[in-house]
């Protein structure tokens, strides 16, 4: 699921890149945010289970 969301961040945040300057602050929370969750979801996958 985090994959997903990381996914689906990362996409609107290229959109917003490529789409318009007016979300300027919205698109860097994006990307921020999907950072986070792929930083999140490496460390969860190397914890033994």
Do not use: N
């Amino acid at each position: 699921m985090l994959e997903m969301l990381a996914i689906v961040l990362l996409v609107l945040w290229i959109l917003g890149m490529v789409s318009s300057h007016t979300l300027g602050g919205f698109v860097h929370l994006l990307l921020i945010l999907a950072i986070i969750v792929g930083v999140v979801r490496f460390f969860q996958s190397k914890r033994p289970r």
